[in-house]
C-alpha cells in the first residue's frame, strides 16, 4: 500500500502527492469545477469520485487494448496510484462530431459529424488561455520531440476508437475528448490524467441529451444527475 507523501501540485480538479518511491504518485479527485480557464468556478457535488472510477475504469479498458497508461491502482473513492510522469504541455483533443470550440471558431453548427476523427493539439498554459496549435508547433517548440508527436496522435486516435465503441454499445455518443500524455523518467509516452465527464462530451445517442461537463459550463442544470447517469451507463448498472 502506498503512502501518500507531500503535496507535489494542485490542478483545478486534482492533487497530485509523492509516495514512498519515486516512481508513483497518488492522484486525488476533487469535486471543484472551473470552466473557461477558472474564470467560472463551482463544485459537483460528488464529482471526484465519479471521475476517479470512471477515469480508472476506462484506462483499464485502454490497458487491455494496448494503450500504454500512467493507471495503477484504485486506492480510494478518490485516489488512485500512478507512475510518475512528466506531463508533456499539449492538451490532446479528438472530435468525432463538431462541437465546442470548433463550432465557434469555425461557424459549424454543433452535431455536424467529421468525415473521419480529427486531432487538434492545444498549447498547455493558462496564462495564454491555452491556444490551439499546430504539429510543427509541438516539435519547433519543443513541447516534444516530432517521434512523440506522433506517437501521440496516434495513441489518441486508437484511445477514441476503443472508447467510441464501448461507449455507443452503452447509448452514448462520444463527440470529443481531451487528454494529455507523460513521459516516464526512459521517455516512454503514458497516457496520463484523466478521461471522466469533465474531459469529454458524451451525448446520449438517442435523446442527444449532454451527459458531462457542459450541464455545468452552460448552466443546463442536472449536472450531478448526468454525471451519475455516465456511471452507471459505464459500469452496467453494477455498484
Ligand atoms: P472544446 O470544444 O472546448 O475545445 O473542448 C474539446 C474537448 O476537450 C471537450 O470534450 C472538453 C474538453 N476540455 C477539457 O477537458 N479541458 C478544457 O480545458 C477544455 C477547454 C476542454
Same mark, same amino acid.
Given at each position: 500500500?502506498?503512502?501518500? %507523501?507531500?503535496?507535489?501540485? /494542485?490542478?483545478?480538479?486534482?492533487?497530485?502527492?509523492? +509516495? !514512498?518511491?519515486?516512481?508513483?504518485?497518488?492522484?486525488?479527485?476533487?469535486?471543484?469545477? +472551473?470552466?473557461? @480557464?477558472?474564470?467560472?468556478?463551482?463544485?459537483?457535488?460528488?464529482?471526484?469520485?465519479?471521475?476517479?472510477?470512471?477515469? @480508472?475504469? =476506462?484506462?483499464?479498458?485502454?490497458?487491455?487494448?494496448?494503450?500504454?497508461?500512467?493507471?495503477?491502482?484504485?486506492?480510494?473513492?478518490?485516489?488512485?496510484?500512478?507512475?510518475?510522469?512528466?506531463?508533456?504541455?499539449? !492538451?490532446?483533443?479528438?472530435?468525432?462530431?463538431? $462541437? %465546442?470550440?470548433?463550432?465557434?471558431?469555425?461557424? &459549424?453548427?454543433?452535431?455536424? /459529424?467529421?468525415?473521419?476523427?480529427?486531432?487538434?493539439?492545444?498549447?498547455? @498554459?493558462? /496564462?495564454?488561455?491555452?491556444?490551439?496549435?499546430?504539429?510543427?508547433?509541438? /516539435?519547433?517548440? %519543443?513541447?516534444?520531440?516530432?517521434?512523440?508527436?506522433?506517437?501521440?496522435?496516434? #495513441?489518441?486516435?486508437?484511445? @477514441?476508437?476503443? #472508447?467510441?465503441?464501448?461507449?455507443? $454499445?452503452?447509448?452514448? +455518443?462520444?463527440?470529443?475528448?481531451?487528454?494529455? =500524455?507523460?513521459?516516464?523518467?526512459?521517455?516512454?509516452? &503514458?497516457?496520463?490524467? !484523466?478521461?471522466?465527464?469533465? +474531459?469529454?462530451?458524451?451525448?446520449?445517442?438517442?435523446? %442527444?441529451?449532454?451527459? *458531462?461537463?457542459?450541464? =455545468?459550463?452552460? *448552466?443546463?442544470?442536472?449536472?450531478?444527475?448526468?454525471?451519475?447517469?455516465?456511471?452507471?451507463?459505464?459500469?452496467?448498472?453494477?455498484?
Amino acid at each position: 500500500m502506498a503512502v501518500k %507523501g507531500k503535496q507535489l501540485y /494542485e490542478g483545478k480538479a486534482k492533487k497530485v502527492f509523492a +509516495t !514512498e518511491t519515486p516512481d508513483y504518485y497518488i492522484v486525488d479527485y476533487k469535486d471543484d469545477a +472551473t470552466a473557461f @480557464n477558472g474564470v467560472k468556478r463551482g463544485s459537483i457535488y460528488g464529482k471526484g469520485v465519479v471521475n476517479n472510477k470512471m477515469s @480508472n475504469i =476506462f484506462f483499464e479498458i485502454l490497458e487491455q487494448n494496448g494503450i500504454p497508461t500512467h493507471f495503477v491502482e484504485t486506492l480510494s473513492d478518490r485516489e488512485t496510484l500512478v507512475r510518475a510522469v512528466t506531463i508533456v504541455p499539449v !492538451e490532446v483533443v479528438v472530435r468525432n462530431l463538431v $462541437a %465546442g470550440s470548433m463550432a465557434k471558431r469555425l461557424g &459549424l453548427e454543433e452535431g455536424m /459529424e467529421l468525415s473521419r476523427p480529427i486531432v487538434e493539439f492545444y498549447y498547455k @498554459n493558462d /496564462e495564454l488561455g491555452d491556444p490551439l496549435i499546430t504539429d510543427d508547433h509541438v /516539435e519547433v517548440l %519543443g513541447l516534444a520531440t516530432a517521434a512523440q508527436r506522433d506517437e501521440i496522435k496516434a #495513441l489518441a486516435l486508437k484511445v @477514441n476508437s476503443i #472508447l467510441k465503441e464501448f461507449l455507443l $454499445a452503452r447509448q452514448v +455518443t462520444l463527440v470529443d475528448f481531451k487528454i494529455e =500524455f507523460g513521459l516516464d523518467k526512459t521517455g516512454r509516452v &503514458l497516457l496520463a490524467d !484523466e478521461i471522466s465527464p469533465d +474531459t469529454c462530451r458524451f451525448w446520449d445517442s438517442t435523446t %442527444g441529451d449532454k451527459l *458531462d461537463k457542459d450541464r =455545468f459550463r452552460r *448552466d443546463l442544470g442536472g449536472v450531478e444527475e448526468a454525471y451519475a447517469e455516465m456511471m452507471q451507463r459505464v459500469t452496467g448498472g453494477a455498484k
